[in-house]
Structure formats: structure tokens, C-alpha cells
Nanobody
Framework: QVYLEESGGGSVQAGGSLILSCEGT?????MGWFRQAPEKAREGVAV???????SYAESVKGRFTISRGNANNTLYLQMNNLEPDDTAVYYC???????????????????WGQGTRVTVSS
């Protein structure tokens, strides 16, 4: 059974930083962060595989960093230079469907956390 729990969301001004964390089990070799802004579809933000290879959405490249804890049970998302367009509920993804490539555009997952809200004001 997959269990995922995100933390670290909050409200910041543009240019600020936040670190999101995801504790859980049932991950698989690829782990990722997704987000859903109001009235928009959920989109991939970043994924990382067991070898540490990462993939980012173009909109967050150079600002966000995904990483895994040593035990691979914790997933992080360091978010710097936040912009109002980053406002969304951020979800940790688990139960990686291993026949899909571990890239932000193509990776598929079968389980999600409850989400943590990030609000960036201008």
C-alpha cells in the first residue's frame, strides 16, 4: 500500500523560497512532484530516478531542485525565486508505473499525496 504525505507549503512573496517534503512508502524507482493551479490541469513539475537523474518542467528550470533523502523514503522540492504563477497545490507522486519513462513529461504514477498549498503573492 502506498502512503504519501506532503508538507512545507505556505504563503510567500514573489522571489521567496520554500522547501516541500514528502514522506512515504511505495515509491518505485522514479519519484516526482506535480502541481495543480486553480482551474488548470495537473502538471508535472519535476521527477527524479533512483540514480539521481532529474527532469524539470521548463517553467521551473533553474529555480526548483528535486532531491531524495538517503533512505529514498523522503522526497524534497527546493523552490527558489518563486513567482505568482507557481501558486498551486503541490502533490507528491508515488507508485511509479515502471513502463513509462522517468521524465517530467512522460512518467506516470498511480498514487498521490493529499497535496500542500503554495501561494505566491506579487
Amino acid at each position: 500500500q502506498v502512503y504519501l504525505e506532503e508538507s512545507g507549503g505556505g504563503s510567500v512573496q514573489a522571489g521567496g523560497s520554500l522547501i516541500l517534503s514528502c514522506e512515504g512508502t511505495g515509491r518505485g524507482s522514479c519519484m516526482g512532484w506535480f502541481r495543480q493551479a486553480p482551474e488548470k490541469a495537473r502538471e508535472g513539475v519535476a521527477v527524479i530516478n533512483s540514480a539521481g537523474k532529474v527532469s524539470y518542467a521548463e517553467s521551473v528550470k533553474g529555480r526548483f531542485t528535486i532531491s531524495r533523502g538517503n533512505a529514498n523514503n523522503t522526497l524534497y522540492l527546493q523552490m527558489n525565486n518563486l513567482e505568482p504563477d507557481d501558486t498551486a497545490v503541490y502533490y507528491c507522486a508515488g507508485d511509479y508505473l515502471a513502463w513509462t519513462p522517468c521524465t517530467v513529461a512522460a512518467a506516470k504514477f498511480g498514487a498521490w499525496g493529499q497535496g500542500t498549498r503554495v501561494t505566491v503573492s506579487s
